[in-house]
């Protein structure tokens, strides 16, 4: 029997653009010093109607913590949510656009970062502030001091040195914390 041709599809094509974009994600979240607002097809906005002049909106950029801080929910809506209603992929996005005023994120902060390369949990965390039209927002981790805990991970209990982080939220133009007040949800 001889075996059929079969036409090429584009899915080869696309996994080697998503490929690619993986790859230009990777190094654009190590450059956290190019201002976002140059790669507008990383950035998802939250609003309804009509996109608005990046002097008008704000942005969460998320390029520096994409793999330690998840975004869940902007305004009690959810951030998989947003992506799907804009025929966006939510692996490649890295920042969020808000219109000026105040707003509710819920993030999640990936695992406890200790010595020894374990994770305990994922803690969530609501924290409310306002953004002002034309600036650039970016949740950070502060690092606490290492203590000595035990620790389960998969049904197994360790003697870990553990580090407590505790998210917050600066102006990336003025480098001003706006945010410390975040409420713990678990």
Known sequence: ???????????????????????????????????????PHLIVSTYEGQLLPETETAVIDQRLTFDKIFIMEIDGKSTDQICNERGFERRLQMGWELLPGEHTITILIQGTF????????????????????????????????????????????YEADMRPVTPYVINKQ???????????LN
């Open 1 to 39: 029997m001889k075996k059929e041709n079969k036409p090429k599809t584009d899915s080869k094509k696309t996994g080697i653009i998503i490929g690619i974009l993986f790859i230009a994600q990777f190094i654009l979240s190590k450059c956290s010093f190019i201002n976002i607002r140059k790669f």
């Open 114 to 157: 200790f010595k020894g390369g374990f994770q305990s949990s994922n803690p969530r965390y609501s924290v409310k502030f306002t953004v002002k039209k034309g600036q650039i927002y970016e949740f950070r981790l502060k690092k606490g001091e290492v203590k000595r805990e035990r620790v389960i991970y998969q049904r197994d209990v």
């Open 174 to 184: 003025t480098g001003k914390i706006v945010s410390i007040k975040l409420k713990k």
